[in-house]
């Protein structure tokens, strides 16, 4: 049987997304199944549409698409066209390198060789794999094959030592230190200090992307070569240089994708420089081996690496929660983590902790052609303004800016603060008043696809609450729910009036609340609330626990609702979902 082509077909320049033609949603699914991005498939290696949402901007039903949309629009359709046989071609040619030059054994080579090509034939019959995953897929069997774990450390060692010569250099301290032809006009010396501050990043940008420094024996670039970059310095670079202009009043918080060994050198100069200006930057290298990308462990016998990340933090927990990760933030300006990957970004497989960065920086800078590809040729918009250069094939840098989707709103913690103040301002006049201060915690969306009503069980007995006990001032956590705002933000902000110590009775719903809650609502209840209670939410697990906290330090403080061991059966709530990690809430 044929398989019949969908009438519709993605309009090019849009995000893809279901449920406008049946055939359409199959082949995208086909799309995402055979490369092994489908959360639902695969939920431990694939990020939930949740945490694809903390870095890309997405409507109802649309999906994401790791590659330019150019390359989407040949996979879809499965002919083996130019592009893609080019692509596939590229990545098997540069295994096949690896294996000639790291696999002594002719055996072996001969094994891994004609197991690669398997592979790729196989991608050839019918061409959906993304390039970049065949090229995973590759890269692993050479690995897991080869027994080697990352044959390019020496080499990137070799790079970082070559880059940091030229550093050292005369010929470097005057190309990124010389004055100006002409000094700028300016009418204060911040906005002086600004333009050189902006100048010294263009330079160092510019240098971090010419490999003859660090790659063979190749000349070193001199003064004039700085001089045609900077000349032609691409205008979209002026939309970045506003966001770090010091006189905007706030300082950025900054996720820095690194390309490769040597140019990481020219980038950390150029983060020194970001560091100066107030900004605080989280650096990201890969977890493991992709050919020349800096991997978090290179600092590991690499001492040129190691002295260039002097007082650097390095966060290597793929998981960090995101009261951890402002801490770790706001005590250190330089934060090196990564991406939890060794392939080409991918949004898919990120970790936690990288998502969260994403979610938290104002700024990603990302550096490289793969990475522009992913960021920039493409028809997604991204939860944060993306600023993306590289060197082009001849001379010169591209340097693009894309902004964030206009509707990503982003709450900082500023402004989750000033929520969380706003509720302890009514809790300390209601004491004043000399009531008393009751929290509801509650389920809210551990149950799937049942979070309207979850918020309407609450509300209904909040305010049941509020009739029946006088002198009591109940506060409903579902009534300062605002658009935009995912479980991080709102377990960040409760914690913060949670651990106020005003709250005099903690209540925690019970099935009798929730029974009750659908007598008033004038509703049966349905099956899958029966039984239902405080303990089945994650959140509530959460706030239990900060609840048995706070009453070892206010003994008077009176819990309420099902026992505390029952809890906490429960996993870490899901990233950016209100509902339990290991609950599909889809």
């Not at 690896?98 to 690669?116: G, H, M, N, Q, W």
Request: aromatic residues 10%.
């Amino acid at each position: 049987m044929i398989r019949e082509l969908p009438a519709v077909f993605p309009t090019p320049g849009q995000a893809p997304r279901y449920g406008v033609d049946a055939i359409l949603d199959a082949w995208l699914l086909h799309f995402m199944t055979e490369n092994n991005l489908e959360h639902s498939i695969d939920p431990e290696k694939n990020a939930s549409p949740e945490q694809l949402r903390f870095m890309v901007s997405l409507a109802p039903e649309q999906i994401y698409i790791p590659c330019t949309d150019a390359m989407f629009g040949h996979l879809l359709t499965e002919q083996a066209d130019p592009l893609v046989v080019a692509e596939y071609d590229a990545r098997l040619a540069r295994i096949e390198s690896l294996i000639e030059a790291f696999v002594p054994d002719a055996y072996t080579r001969r094994k891994i060789s004609t197991l690669c090509e398997l592979k790729y034939r196989q991608a050839l019959v019918k061409p959906t794999l993304i390039p970049s995953r065949l090229g995973k897929r590759l890269n692993t069997i050479f690995l897991t094959q080869s027994g080697l774990d990352d044959p390019y450390r020496e080499r990137r060692r070799t790079a970082n030592r070559r880059a940091f010569a030229f550093i050292q250099s005369e010929a470097f301290r005057t190309m990124l230190h010389a004055c100006p032809s002409d000094l700028p006009g300016c009418s204060s010396i911040p906005e002086l200090r600004h333009v050189l501050d902006v100048l010294e990043l263009k330079r160092l940008f510019a240098m971090s992307v010419m490999p003859e420094v660090w790659e063979g024996d190749a000349a070193c670039p001199d003064v004039a070569a700085l001089d045609a970059a900077l000349a032609s310095f691409p205008q979209d670079f002026d939309r970045l240089e506003a966001m770090l202009d010091p006189r905007r009043g706030s300082k950025l918080k900054i996720l820095y994708l690194a390309d490769s060994a040597g140019g990481v050198l020219f980038d950390l100069l150029a983060i020194r420089t970001l560091l100066r200006m107030g900004h605080r930057v989280l650096l990201v290298f890969k977890e493991g081996f992709y050919f020349d990308s800096p991997t978090i462990w290179d600092v590991d016998g690499d001492p040129i690496l190691e002295t260039s990340l002097a007082g650097a933090h390095f966060c290597t927990d793929p998981r960090i929660g995101k009261n951890e990760l402002l801490q770790v933030i706001r005590e250190n300006p330089l934060t090196v983590i990564s991406d939890g990957t060794r392939e080409r970004l991918n949004l898919y497989r990120v970790s936690v902790t990288f998502a969260r960065a994403w979610k938290e920086a104002d700024v990603v800078v990302a550096k490289g052609e793969h990475n522009h590809r992913r960021l920039i040729m493409t028809s997604h918009l991204f939860t944060r303004d993306v600023a993306s250069f590289y060197r082009l094939s001849g001379d010169g840098l591209r340097f693009d800016f894309k902004a964030r989707a206009p509707g990503a709103r982003s709450f900082t913690e500023a402004d989750i603060t000033a929520k969380a103040e706003e509720i302890i301002m009514g809790m300390r006049q209601a004491h004043a008043a000399g009531r008393t201060v009751m929290f509801y915690s509650a389920v809210i969306g551990s149950i799937p696809g049942q979070t309207k009503v979850a918020i309407e069980l609450v509300t209904a007995f909040a305010n049941h609450l509020r009739q029946k006990l006088a002198g009591v001032f109940v506060i409903n956590p579902a009534e300062h729910f605002e658009e935009g705002m995912d479980a991080d933000d709102l377990m960040f902000m409760w914690e913060k009036v949670q651990r106020s110590g005003l709250i005099d009775v903690w209540r925690f719903q019970t099935h009798f609340d929730i029974e009750k809650s659908f007598e008033i609502l004038g509703r049966q209840v349905p099956p899958v609330w029966a039984g239902k209670d405080a303990t089945f939410s994650t959140g509530c697990t959460k706030e239990m626990r900060i609840a048995l906290s706070m009453q070892q330090r206010h003994r008077e403080m009176q819990i309420i609702g099902p026992d505390p061991e029952k809890f906490f059966r429960r996993r870490e709530y899901g990233v950016g979902r209100f509902c339990d990690a290991g609950i599909d809430c889809s």
